[in-house]
């Protein structure tokens, strides 16, 4: 990969020299980034290329894969998060997620957003639980939608309306990273539209690293992009920059739908 | 000679195998003859001939087994010597069948004399309808099998024909079960209703005393409430709360925290705990479990504590049916989808915490399921009860004490010395018959449940 003019003064997280396994197969091959703090990031690639491997490395949902195996220094505000004394719950706490199939659970929508709040004990009682779940849904664009059935079930609502209940739900135990792995995969245009407008919204609040399948969503949300294919990282750079004035043949191929 | 339904049985076989080369050979001469293609590969007009000539005769083989021995006898009756044979009841019957015992050669010599007359006419009988048989037998093979023989041609669709003969027979084996379990429902009902014209309904349901042989026929009573109250109490509480807890933590276990060489082992070692026969849990719990508990109540100082407990019972069958829990289980906690439990994990949910809030809670009606379905199962459950839990039938919720149940209750009213037509075994009927509504209720209750649930996540 090339280091371009690309510094990050204040990185969030920082991957150095990264490879994941399952069983024997490397998924991904020597990967380094740096994820800035009140940045988007976006990872583009075809199929396969290893992007939500990686994502899922950095919150240690690999953990959950029998047979996954994950070697380098990942580090959150420069701490590492595979350190035997990091404790992988806080740090998903820190870290939070949003898949690609919304994935809301069978409970009400009140206790969907309530869920994390209540785990890590962040309310101690019925009125600020009350006070994060709204602050959580009027952050992920859901409160004018739902404030007056909290108490149907999450997954009654719509496709769109299911994703940003699982933002919501993310944002609802106040993470400092947010990493969404094809958020809009299974979404209408006009759902995917108000999901790209939330990201938008959530830009410097929290660091959000965002795995697409679709370059304009990348080059609409991020501003950083990073270009991955067949476990490597091929190109890292400002978004623009990439979309515009790629350094590698491969990222120019890909963007230009040569490949992919 | 007699009628020996086994060996012509073999021998339309036999005349089949014979058929099935025929019109085998017939079909590839015909075709050569023709110069045409076959419309089915030869065998097919094999198969075709073979079944003509074994289907008919071995139907006819099955219904004239069934009907000749009448036919016989009646034809016994009629002649001169039963004359002085007694008119009815089991003397008839006994003289009448050590007759025929001579006659087909079961037996040397009649050991009452007063067959001695009879053996002549049973034996020419005998002959005679064994002959008549066998004759109509091989007419009906020869004539199907040459009916279907002249019928092969080149183009004769005898693959099709083969096929539907196929799928019927396929169709009335699985007529088989049906029909078995119409039958079974029938004879309770009608039982049920010859136990019902002596003592009301409203008396077995909700009667409270219960005392089918109090030896005055007078004063028995048919009250099924102690009977159904302690069905309950083992089957329902007792058993289930041994059960649903450990089941529940088996699969939880199972499926969330075992690494896959422990799921390999500990899941056919639990499906061989399904695989023992209730009577050796029975044993366990009347020679184990029964006398322990015994001990520790008399330790307590309880009361009325027996060596046949509810709670001995209880507790076995609650082992016994853990398995049927866990299974079910098993497949509810697994058929939640794995994004679920990603979900919770991501953000920051402790494997325990997932568990316990996501996944039980998702997979809960098809546990519901699975549980409604180990309580049907374990009120339907007779040996260990029989064996553990008594048959004095107390109103009790004291688990030391003594109750019965339904099945044990069956049981007792069953065996013995008993008329076929007096009350007390009639009830056991109506019993059973109230045990099938249940359990059949909760059935479809239960699988319901469990279907709707499926769809959900499909």
Known sequence: MTQDDLTISDPKMTAHNVNVFYGEKQAINDVSIDVGTELVTAFIGPSGCGKSTFLRSLNRMNDTVAGAKVTGHIALDGEDIYAPSMDVVQLRARVGMVFQKPNPFPKSIYDNVAYGPRIHGLAPNKSDLDGIVEKALMRAGLWDEVKDRLGESGTALSGGQQQRLCIARAIAVDPEVILMDEPCSALDPIATAKIEELIHELRGKFAIVIVTHNMQQAARVSQRTAFFHLGTLVEYGKTTDIFTNPKQERTKDYITGRYG | ?458
């Not at chain 2, 079944?51 to 071995?58: I, S, T």
């Not at chain 2, 953000?347 to 098809?366: D, F, K, S, Y």
């Open chain 2, 1 to 458: 000679m007699t009628f020996n339904a086994a060996a012509l049985l073999l021998l339309i076989a036999g005349l089949a195998l014979i058929g099935w080369i025929a019109g085998r050979a017939r079909s590839n001469l015909l075709a050569a003859r023709a110069q045409a293609k076959l419309h089915s590969r030869p065998q097919y007009h094999g198969w075709y001939v073979a079944l003509w000539l074994f289907a008919p005769a071995a139907l006819f083989l099955a219904v004239w087994s069934a009907v000749s021995p009448g036919l016989i006898t009646n034809d016994v009756l009629a002649s001169e010597a039963a004359k002085d044979l007694p008119a009815f009841g089991f003397e008839r019957g006994a003289i009448l069948s050590d007759a025929r015992n001579v006659a087909q050669g079961k037996q040397d010599a009649v050991r009452i004399p007063a067959a001695a007359p009879l053996v002549a006419p049973y034996a020419d009988a005998t002959h005679l309808y064994a002959w008549i048989g066998i004759g109509a037998m091989l007419a009906l093979a020869l004539a199907g099998g040459l009916y279907a023989f002249t019928r092969i041609k080149p183009d004769f669709r005898a693959r099709t024909r083969v096929e539907k003969i196929v799928m019927l027979v396929l169709l009335l084996a699985s007529l088989v079960a049906i029909l078995t379990t119409f039958g079974i429902v029938l004879s309770l009902l009608f039982e049920s209703i010859r136990f019902f014209r002596l003592v009301s309904p409203a008396e077995l349901l909700f009667g409270t005393n219960w005392a089918p042989t109090s030896g005055a026929p007078q004063d028995d009573t048919f009250g099924g409430i102690p009977l159904f109250w302690g069905t309950i109490l083992i089957g329902a509480i007792i058993a289930m709360i041994v059960a649903i807890p450990i089941g529940m933590m088996t699969a939880v276990y199972l499926t969330q925290y075992a690494a896959p060489r422990v799921r390999r082992w500990v899941k056919p070692l639990l499906e061989i705990l399904a695989g023992v026969p209730t009577v050796v849990y029975g044993y366990f719990a009347a020679l184990t479990v029964a006398p322990a508990l015994r001990e520790f109540a008399v330790m307590l100082g309880i009361p009325n504590a027996s060596t046949e407990s509810a709670l001995a019972a209880g507790i076995v069958m609650g082992v016994m049916i853990i398995p049927f829990v866990s299974s079910m289980a098993d497949d509810s906690i697994n058929a939640v989808p794995q994004a679920m439990r990603d979900g919770s994990l991501a953000l920051g949910a402790t494997p325990n915490e997932t568990i316990r809030q996501v996944l039980i809670p998702a997979a809960l009606p098809g546990v519901m399921g699975g549980i409604l379905l180990a309580v049907s199962r374990a009120i339907g459950e007779t040996m260990i009860v029989v064996m553990a839990a008594g048959l004095s039938a107390n109103m009790t919720a004291n688990p030391f004490a003594s109750v019965t149940t339904v099945t044990a209750q069956i049981v007792k009213l069953l065996t013995g010395d008993q008329e076929f037509d007096s009350a007390k075994t009639l009830a056991a009927f109506a019993l059973g018959l109230v045990l099938f509504v249940v359990t059949l209720l909760l059935n479809i209750v239960a699988l319901r449940i469990v279907k709707k649930y499926r769809e959900a996540y499909e």
